[in-house]
């Protein structure tokens, strides 16, 4: 046994990380990110590396200082709550949309680039089955999914990522930054877009998967969590150069491509790099996809047989919930990745909140065993998932035309609702009421319940 990672294992650690948060998304919003904010780039930079990089890392702290997995540290606050909100986070970040999002729009760009069309189903389902196959093969064996992304993925990700930065560094295609596209404060606009992409959830998820490749590299148990920073430090250091590559790369085609996200990114490459760059644009995301793919089937599967073991040991393992999860996965990528985004996504982004505030009180508070913290906590979290709840309701209502009037004007009334945070004062001042007023909140509470019983 050994207290610290060797320099190799550290890097083969930190790249894996960074794959795995790079995935579909990370390689293509800030492409757009940079496109969108041209002469604002850098300060909309600051408000990305705020959200998306230095809030994914409190993830990693939160992990370490409840010295626990998702499932643990959030049982720790609420069992009952913390348990169900932990188990429709992982089943979202699964096999319900992140997984087969991955692979819908890894075909997607496959059909891009080569032109290719059919009216058959066949090689849809083919690359998805082959997809899943080489998915499951990674995930397979626990405690080497963190070495197999880090010596095979994340070699073929840093080369391509290194090509197309350079090359947009060094042969612009245009060598004018475009005005900003939005009107908002960049900073806001920069910190809400890194908010979007959902990277603290993976980070909370993904953190199991490393702690198994720590375990595996032969690390004492007592050293576990400090190098756990320290792979997260490498990671994501990692993922902010390349977030910021990405955006000047973007800024860089100065207002000439009126396309997005994967379409931009592919006629990008391609006035760079020729068709040359097509290939390597699909090998790429195609190599980004199975890294988030692999990192959220292995780690939900982890949790999933955390949650389940116990009430059956033989059907309830690690692996049955792998081919589980890669089975669903692979029939949900049929549905279309539009509906998928649409219906499903603003789901995920319910349940964002409310990780936030469980890796918040991790991180900020002091005594995390004191019951009046820990029941401040729980309200705290249970909050900002009602409100998220609330939003998802309006998002609904607005996206099919329900008219839900009521619950528009309750959510819209109330602060920063306007930038999708109106969570964050009201869990604040509910923390601080607890905190400060731990019995007589407790008895509005019961209070408020005995009264809603004794209404029906």
Known sequence: MKKDLGIKELLVMGGALFSMHFGAACMLFPVQWGKDAGTALWPMFIGVLLSGVIL???GYLALVKGNGTFLSITQKISGGFGTWFAALTIFVIGPLYMVPRMSAA?????????????????????????FYLITYWFVASPGKVIDKIGNIL?????????AVIVKSVVSPISTEWAAPSFTQNPVVHGFLEGY???????????????VQGIRNAGIEENAINRNLIKIGIVGLGLLMITILGHMIAGANTGGTIDLTLSALYTEMVLQLWGNFGGILFNIALVAAALTTAVGAVSSTSEIWEEILHRKNERIFTYKNFCIASCALSCVV????????????????????PAAIVIAMYYCLCRKLDDSVKLRAGKWAVITAFAISI?????????????????????????????YSLAWLPVSI????????????????????????????
């Not at 075909?107 to 082959?130: C, D, H, K, R």
């Not at 279309?336 to 996504?345: C, K, Q, T, W």
């Open 333 to 352: 990528s049929f549905v279309d990745l539009d509906s998928i985004v649409r219906v499903i996504g603003p789901v995920l982004d319910a349940c964002y």
């Open 196 to 210: 979007a992409t959902a990277d603290l959830q993976c980070a909370l998820l993904f953190g199991i998967i490393v």
């Open 390 to 418: 609330l939003q998802l309701a309006v998002r609904y209502s607005e996206m099919f035309d329900l008219g839900w009037n009521v619950l528009s004007k309750a959510y819209y009334a109330l602060p920063l609702s306007e």
């Open 429 to 456: 001042v509910i923390f601080a009421a607890v905190c400060l007023f731990p019995h007589s909140f407790h008895k509005s509470v019961r209070t408020l319940i005995v009264g809603t019983r004794l209404m029906r």
């Open 154 to 162: 994340f070699p073929v990700l840093i080369v391509v990522v290194t």
């Open 106 to 130: 890894a075909w997607a760009a496959i059909l891009q680039i080569t032109g290719f069309e059919t009216v058959s189903m066949l090689p849809a389902v083919a690359f998805a089955v082959i």
């Open 56 to 58: 994914p890392y409190f």
